[in-house]
């Protein structure tokens, strides 16, 4: 079984341009998380989608972050403009319905300039 | 406010000598409790979840254990393929299911 993949595996872009992170979920998994780990901090959530749907966003530190999950498959989590604290590890995880344990993605490691 | 302390922040030990790493948590309400390991470069990697107090999982040289207020990952006879992160994660009672995350405690197994 295919595990969760995210792309890129590093991202470099200077302060204001965009950037577009992407998830793949394990195949079936209709829960999937986002999640940040800033340098010296712990891990971070930032939002949960139950298929297409936000089932909590909570976490998104503010309106330039914009996540979306098309047809309840992949999800992209979009960083428009990008500012220097948005540099960071981005994790992404999985989990199928009725089980608590999540399955996490290598991460996107996002250095803005 | 909820939250999760690892300790201790590193640990070195040789092959072969036993410790115990630390998750201490302050929740409203506990669902479970995980244990994950990380690699550098790589994503978390599911290890236990522990549900109610006094449960205990394990898998090869690692258990897990938990009370009300902390759980114990013991490692036996540790290798040095052990190396790794430990990272510990409550999730709360009546939550959507994100994880809180301690820091971590980074273990060094030395042959």
């Known amino acids: 079984e295919a595990g969760v993949t995210q792309f890129p595996s590093h991202s470099v872009i200077e302060k204001g341009q965009t950037v577009t992170l992407r998830c793949d979920p394990i195949?079936?998994?209709?829960?999937l998380y986002w999640y940040r780990r800033v340098m010296g901090k712990e891990i971070k959530f930032l939002l949960h989608?139950?298929?297409?749907?936000?089932?909590?966003e909570s976490g998104m530190p503010n309106n330039r972050f914009l996540a979306e999950r098309t047809g309840g498959t992949y999800s992209t989590l979009k960083v428009q403009p990008a500012e220097l604290e948005d540099s960071g590890v981005y994790f992404c995880?999985?989990?199928?319905?009725?089980?608590?344990?999540?399955?996490f993605g290598p991460g996107t490691r996002l250095t803005v300039t | 406010e909820d939250q999760v302390t690892q300790s201790p922040e590193a640990l070195r030990l040789q092959e072969g000598e036993s410790s115990s790493l630390n998750c201490s948590y302050t929740?409203?309400?506990?669902?479970?409790l995980f244990w994950y390991r990380q690699d550098p470069g790589k994503g978390p990697e599911f290890l236990f979840t522990?549900?109610?107090a006094g449960e205990e999982k394990e898998k090869e040289r690692l258990k897990a254990t938990l009370t009300k207020k902390e759980s114990f990952l013991h490692i036996t006879a540790p290798k040095p393929e052990d190396s790794a992160t430990y990272l510990c994660?409550?999730?709360?009672?009546?939550?959507?299911?994100?994880?809180?995350f301690g820091k971590g405690t980074k273990l060094s197994v030395k042959p």
């Open positions: 995880a999985s989990s199928p319905q009725g089980r608590h344990e999540q399955y």
């Open positions: 195949s079936g998994h209709d829960n």
């Open positions: 989608f139950v298929k297409e749907s936000k089932q909590d």
């Open positions: 929740v409203s309400g506990l669902r479970g």
């Open positions: 522990l549900y109610s």
């Open positions: 994660a409550v999730q709360l009672a009546g939550s959507q299911g994100n994880l809180i």
